[in-house]
């Protein structure tokens, strides 16, 4: 019975050893994107981590070399990559067959990104940026503006939106617009888009589970 505790020991203390760096790193890189210092950005082809300049990310990552970091997000990226895919059986029935430890140790790092980076709203995101082949939204940006009264007309409020688009078959390649509305026409598009939430919504209730 010692025997086989000691042999279960020793399996778990090698999975911990070949995994307590990729721990670390993924548990911070989610902290990061919780606190939006870090964030995944698909497009048709590519997905990439970006971190923020900020200092707490610098901290975060301090007692590791850029290499170990990098080296862990490529791994994390692929991980997220072929979770998304629905590819977890096919990784786990590929890790059974190399033996029992590379099993534990691709089960342990599965569980973790399942845990601290796929999250609702990247499993939203995946398809439409998987087949989506035109432009899609980059940002969107709102900002009153307040017009001072002239001697023909009061004091006018306003909203200045920009939006920037990229294509989503080359990352390079944005647009970007901006134009200027009033109260009435805010109201319009509010209306609109809550119209098709609402009957999108609906439509999702009543497919089949």
Known sequence: MNEQLNVINLEQETVNKNTDLFVNITERIGELMNKGLANISLSYQDCAITFSPAQEVQQAFAQYSVERVQSVTDEVIDLTLKLLDNQE????MQAQKDGKTVFSITQKKIALVKKHIVNDKLQRAY?????????????????????????????LETVMLKIVTKDNMDQAERKIISFELYNDQI?????????????TNLKS???PQ
């Open 89 to 92: 059986q096919n990784l786990l």
């Open 127 to 155: 398809p439409f940026y998987r087949t989506t082949i035109g432009n899609v939204l980059d940002q969107f940006v709102a900002q009153r503006v307040i017009k001072p009264p002239t001697e023909n007309y009061p004091s």
């Open 187 to 199: 109201d319009e598009i509010i209306n609109i888009l809550t119209e098709l939430k609402q009957d």
């Open 205 to 207: 209730n009543q497919e």
